[in-house]
Antibody
Framework: EVQLVESGGGLVQPGGSLRLSCAAS????????MSWVRQAPGKGLEWVSV???????YYADSVKGRFTISRDNSKNTLYLQMNSLRAEDTAVYYC???????????WGQGTMVTVSS | DIQMTQSPSSLSASVGDRVTITCRAS??????LNWYQQKPGKAPKLLIY???SLQSGVPSRFSGSGSGTDFTLTISSLQPEDFATYYC?????????FGPGTKVDIK
C-alpha cells in the first residue's frame, strides 16, 4: 500500500524552529516530485515547496529563506525544516507525492503546526 | 507568479443536479490544471489532472475540460458523497498555486 505519514508538528513560539518529516512506504521519494502544501485553519490550500527528482527545490515567496525542503533517500523520507516561524505559518502541513504532470496525487494525513506564544 | 481564481465560491445543489465549477489562470498554463476534492478534516483528493484526465478510482461523473486560461470541472449527477470543497491548482510552473476553493453544499 502506498502511504505517506507526516510527523513533527506541534506548538512552537514565534521565531522558533520545527522540522517536519514525511515517511513514505510503497513509494520512492527520490524518484518523484515531492511537495509540501499547507492549510491554515478555516482557509484554503497553499502550495509551500517542491523538490524534484533531480534535486532542484522551489519555495513559495511566503516561506523563501525560512523553510528548507530536503529528502533522505536511505530513509525514503521527505523533510521540511521551518525556521523563524511566524503566527501566519500556523496550519496543517501535508506532504504529497506528485505524478508526471506535477499534480499531487498521494497525500499524507497532515500534521498541525501552531505558532503561538 | 500565476494566480488562480474560481467561481462560484460556494453553491447549493441537490442530489442528482449537474454542477459546474470554473477556474481561471492569470496566464496560459496549457493543460497543466488539476482538480481536488476536500472534505472536512481530510487531506485533499486528486480528481482530475492535466485538465481532463480522470484519476484512477474517481467516478466517471466527474469530468474536466479546458486549456490555456479557462477550465471547468463538471459533476454530471451530484451524489451525497460529493458535498465537499473543490480546488483547482496549476502545475505549469512554480509556485503551483491553488484556487480559493468552491464549497458545494446541500440545497
Amino acid at each position: 500500500e502506498v502511504q505517506l505519514v507526516e510527523s513533527g508538528g506541534g506548538l512552537v513560539q514565534p521565531g522558533g524552529s520545527l522540522r517536519l518529516s514525511c515517511a513514505a512506504s510503497g513509494f520512492t521519494v527520490s524518484s518523484n516530485y515531492m511537495s509540501w502544501v499547507r492549510q491554515a485553519p478555516g482557509k484554503g490550500l497553499e502550495w509551500v515547496s517542491v523538490i524534484y527528482s533531480g534535486g532542484s527545490t522551489y519555495y513559495a515567496d511566503s516561506v523563501k529563506g525560512r523553510f528548507t525542503i530536503s529528502r533522505d533517500n536511505s530513509k525514503n523520507t521527505l523533510y521540511l525544516q521551518m525556521n523563524s516561524l511566524r503566527a501566519e505559518d500556523t496550519a496543517v502541513y501535508y506532504c504529497a507525492g506528485c505524478n508526471a504532470v506535477a499534480a499531487p496525487d498521494i497525500w499524507g494525513q497532515g500534521t498541525m503546526v501552531t505558532v503561538s506564544s | 507568479d500565476i494566480q488562480m481564481t474560481q467561481s462560484p465560491s460556494s453553491l447549493s445543489a441537490s442530489v442528482g443536479d449537474r454542477v459546474t465549477i470554473t477556474c481561471r489562470a492569470s496566464q496560459s498554463i496549457s493543460s497543466y490544471l488539476n482538480w481536488y476534492q476536500q472534505k472536512p478534516g481530510k487531506a485533499p483528493k486528486l480528481l482530475i489532472y492535466a485538465a481532463s484526465s480522470l484519476q484512477s478510482g474517481v467516478p466517471s461523473r466527474f469530468s474536466g475540460s479546458g486549456s490555456g486560461t479557462d477550465f471547468t470541472l463538471t459533476i454530471s449527477s451530484l451524489q451525497p458523497e460529493d458535498f465537499a470543497t473543490y480546488y483547482c491548482q496549476q502545475s505549469y510552473s512554480t509556485p503551483g498555486a491553488f484556487g480559493p476553493g468552491t464549497k458545494v453544499d446541500i440545497k
